[in-house]
């Protein structure tokens, strides 16, 4: 059957449902048009209406990609002073979260200036205690430098809040030299390539905590494609069997010299933990095109008499009328309407099926 004539066929179907209401005298029931709703049916079937309007497509192009760590939540823990590994209390692996004791080291720096800072603090309650009008403003302000700048060492050290606070409270007893290195964030131990008893030098990397909650995918493109990736653009990463949904969130203004390729860097969620740094994966990037035509959802068509058809808004209040249409390609969940759809016209972009099931029991219920 030609659009044609599937035109006259839903002309002729229009016309016979909104035929007079014949009453069943057996039953009491009434056979009515199964396009006519009211206010109740239309919620009942969860039908909503739009306005027929042009909009810009989307193409999608294919690109290899490699995972990679999102560096944007990964973190390097190492010492700001020389110091020799006590103890650890993570391994390689491990989920840790934010302010957890990974490793325990040792420093005669930092048992200097632990011991510099409980002198100093007792130094300050003294004096504080006796107030500015007992003691001069040289030796106030002195008391409470000396304080202060030995918080602050240690603070430069990598001891936190926290840890100063308690060792003031625990007094000289606590002036060994030992502190903690704290996780700076939640997240997974992927490195820790030390020993127990190994002296670390200041800024050797101990631990690399990523929070694989989500990953980067570094897709390549040839440049005239690259040249049409927006950033923010939609893509969908294939791995495992399975597609995740990502987008662009960075594209390199540098073309590799070897492969003559541009990196496109795209953000995926990774809360299942199903992509891992080093795996290879295919990524389909969307790529918008310059001109705009009709399109509609794709839930909005459905197959009447094997054609495509959209339900429009009759001329009646809660009437429903079948419009058979040319359809395109479909792109992001919308479908090109190329012919038996104008612009402004108002159709139902969500709830076809609903009223495409009332026509069929409608006919079921002749037969």
Same mark, same amino acid.
């Given at each position: 059957?030609?659009?044609?004539?599937?035109?006259?066929?839903?002309?002729?179907?229009?016309?016979?449902?909104?035929?007079?209401?014949?009453?069943?005298?057996?039953?009491?029931?009434?056979?009515?048009?199964?396009?006519?709703?009211?206010?109740?049916?239309?919620?009942?079937?969860?039908?909503?209406?739009?306005?027929?309007?042009?909009?810009?497509?989307?193409?999608?192009?294919?690109?290899?990609?490699?995972?990679?760590?999102?560096?944007?939540?990964?973190?390097?823990?190492?010492?700001?002073?020389?110091?020799?590994?006590?103890?650890?209390?993570?391994?390689?692996?491990?989920?840790?979260?934010?302010?957890?004791?990974?490793?325990?080291?040792?420093?005669?720096?930092?048992?200097?200036?632990?011991?510099?800072?409980?002198?100093?603090?007792?130094?300050?309650?003294?004096?504080?205690?006796?107030?500015?009008?007992? $003691?001069? +403003? !040289?030796?106030?302000?002195?008391?409470?430098? #000396?304080?202060? /700048?030995?918080? %602050?060492?240690?603070? &430069?050290?990598?001891?936190?809040?926290?840890?100063?606070?308690?060792?003031?409270?625990?007094?000289?007893?606590?002036?060994?030299?030992?502190?903690?290195?704290?996780?700076?964030?939640?997240?997974?131990?992927?490195?820790?390539?030390?020993?127990?008893?190994?002296?670390?030098?200041?800024?050797?990397?101990?631990?690399?905590?990523?929070?694989?909650?989500?990953?980067? $995918?570094? +897709? !390549?493109?040839?440049?005239?494609?690259?040249? #049409?990736?927006? /950033?923010?653009? %939609?893509?969908?990463? &294939?791995?495992?069997?399975?597609?995740?949904?990502?987008?662009?969130?960075?594209?390199?203004?540098?073309?590799?010299?070897?492969?003559?390729?541009?990196?496109?860097?795209?953000?995926?969620?990774?809360?299942?933990?199903?992509?891992?740094?080093?795996?290879?994966?295919?990524?389909?990037?969307?790529?918008?095109?310059?001109?705009?035509?009709?399109?509609?959802?794709?839930?909005?068509?459905?197959?009447?008499?094997?054609?495509?058809?959209?339900?429009?808004?009759?001329?009646?209040?809660?009437?429903?009328?079948?419009?058979?249409?040319?359809?395109?390609?479909?792109?992001?969940?919308?479908?090109?309407?190329?012919?038996?759809?104008?612009?402004?016209?108002?159709?139902?972009?969500?709830?076809?099926?609903?009223?495409?099931?009332?026509?069929?029991?409608?006919?079921?219920?002749?037969?």
């Amino acid at each position: 059957m030609n659009l044609r004539s599937f035109r006259a066929l839903a002309i002729m179907l229009a016309c016979a449902l909104t035929a007079p209401v014949v009453f069943a005298e057996a039953t009491g029931e009434t056979t009515a048009n199964p396009l006519m709703l009211d206010a109740s049916a239309i919620k009942e079937a969860g039908l909503v209406v739009s306005t027929a309007a042009l909009r810009t497509l989307t193409d999608e192009v294919l690109a290899p990609g490699e995972v990679k760590v999102d560096a944007y939540s990964t973190v390097l823990v190492s010492p700001r002073i020389a110091s020799q590994v006590v103890s650890r209390h993570v391994q390689l692996g491990d989920e840790v979260t934010i302010g957890q004791p990974l490793v325990t080291l040792s420093s005669v720096d930092v048992a200097e200036t632990q011991g510099q800072l409980i002198v100093a603090s007792q130094d300050w309650a003294r004096v504080a205690s006796l107030g500015p009008q007992a $003691v001069s +403003a !040289r030796r106030y302000n002195e008391a409470l430098v #000396q304080r202060d /700048q030995a918080r %602050a060492k240690l603070k &430069a050290y990598g001891l936190s809040d926290g840890q100063i606070s308690h060792l003031i409270k625990r007094g000289s007893s606590a002036a060994d030299g030992s502190f903690d290195l704290l996780a700076p964030r939640a997240g997974r131990v992927t490195t820790d390539d030390f020993i127990v008893g190994e002296r670390i030098e200041p800024g050797r990397t101990l631990f690399t905590l990523v929070a694989e909650s989500s990953v980067w $995918v570094e +897709a !390549r493109l040839g440049p005239g494609v690259a040249e #049409q990736v927006r /950033q923010g653009a %939609a893509a969908t990463i &294939a791995a495992h069997g399975s597609e995740l949904k990502g987008r662009v969130i960075q594209r390199s203004h540098h073309t590799d010299e070897k492969t003559r390729t541009v990196n496109v860097r795209i953000q995926v969620p990774n809360e299942d933990d199903l992509l891992h740094p080093g795996e290879l994966v295919d990524a389909r990037i969307a790529v918008a095109t310059e001109s705009q035509r009709l399109a509609v959802p794709a839930d909005a068509v459905v197959l009447l008499q094997n054609q495509p058809t959209i339900f429009v808004r009759g001329k009646q209040p809660g009437l429903f009328e079948p419009v058979a249409v040319e359809v395109g390609d479909t792109r992001d969940g919308w479908v090109e309407v190329k012919q038996g759809l104008k612009p402004g016209a108002v159709y139902v972009s969500k709830g076809a099926f609903a009223l495409k099931a009332r026509i069929l029991r409608s006919q079921l219920g002749e037969e």
